[in-house]
């Protein structure tokens, strides 16, 4: 396995140029098919988020969003959020990188850090479910109705015809809940890659294990870029 | 493994840096006044901001700078087929706001 290829450093990358070894293959195959499924998911998002009528907005007046500014997408969560992902991919790259040095401690230390960041990332997600959830904003439920008819009728549009609340709920709970789970399957990998580390077998030839990781993570990670804009940004407008 | 001791992590929080600034862009851009009244000025403003940042991650966090010429062979087709995906529900949207 000496297709160790050092993240952000050109000369030592360069070495290993056009060597590429079965577990990155697999892993990059992987993360095709998975950039073909949020692809999916995100295309469907666009899809009713700009050809809705009358899609709810952070502002909807008679819904008390100022009472409780957590009922919809709040944009100061999906950036705490965006920064622990990005935070947390930095220290991937920095645990790979000392696990290529051979320094063990510090790369288990920054893992146990990553593994934490993922759980405040999963925190905030769950704050912000709960919010919903006790509003009645999910599919199907009473509060999105409601939220729907206020938009439409604010348009002056049918709410009985035009009601765009449970689409609302439907696409956000799915991307953001397909993502969330994408979290929770990191965490769980990580978690057994820190408890293999404790095993003597375990040292700078065990890099691949970090760098597989690393890439998925980072997937992750830039799925994340593009639904902050999408969910939280646009939703503020 | 012989350039295992000239790893350095230097490079990693010039990146780092870079990403925060971008995301608090993306952040920013939200409290903009003109680009507030606007969905579509917001999308494009804060996607184009994304893109960047997506890429710096994919190219050196994903080392992607560095792979030989597989990466195409790999990520030019996804990549062509993630756009199409998008582009074939563009026609609905258009009929529907008309």
């Known amino acids: 396995m000496d297709t160790a290829v050092a993240h952000a450093s050109p000369a030592a990358a360069e070495g290993s140029k056009h060597k590429l070894s079965a577990g990155k293959l697999g892993i990059w195959l992987f993360l095709g098919t998975e950039i073909m499924f949020f692809m999916g998911l995100v295309a469907v998002y666009i899809n009713e988020r700009f050809g809705a009528e009358a899609w709810p907005s952070n502002y909807i007046q008679g819904f008390d969003p100022q009472e409780d500014p957590y009922v919809l997408n709040n944009k100061h969560f999906g950036a705490a959020n965006t920064f622990v992902l990005i935070l947390s991919s930095v220290l991937v790259v920095l645990a790979h990188n000392a696990v290529l040095r051979g320094e063990l401690k510090r790369m288990r230390v920054l893992l146990v850090l990553v593994l934490l960041l993922g759980c405040v990332f999963m925190g905030i997600k769950g704050v912000e479910y709960e919010h919903k959830i006790h509003f009645g904003i999910y599919p199907g439920g009473e509060g999105a109705e409601r939220m729907g008819a206020i938009v439409a009728e604010e348009k002056g549009l049918d709410p009985a015809k035009v009601n765009d609340g449970n689409m609302f709920a439907s696409t956000y709970f799915l991307v953001t809940g397909c993502h969330a789970l994408h979290v929770i399957g990191g965490i769980i990998w990580l978690l057994a890659i820190v408890l293999l580390s404790f095993r003597s077998s375990f040292g700078k030839q065990s890099h691949y294990m970090v760098e597989y990781f690393g890439l998925y993570w980072h997937f992750v990670d830039v799925v994340w870029i593009f639904l902050f804009p999408l969910i939280y940004i646009m939703q503020a407008v | ?98």
């Open chain 2, 1 to 98: 493994m012989a350039q295992s001791a000239n790893v350095s992590d230097k490079p990693t929080w010039m990146v780092f840096i870079a990403l925060i600034f971008l995301t608090a862009g993306t952040y920013v851009i939200s409290f903009i006044g003109v680009i507030k009244e606007s969905v579509e000025a917001t999308a494009w403003a804060a996607m184009a901001i994304s893109t960047a940042k997506a890429a710096l991650v994919v190219l050196f966090f994903m080392h992607l700078k560095y792979e030989g010429r597989w990466k195409y062979t790999l990520l030019i087709p996804v990549a062509f087929l993630a756009v199409v995906l998008v582009m074939a529900l563009y026609p609905d949207i258009y009929t529907r706001n008309q």
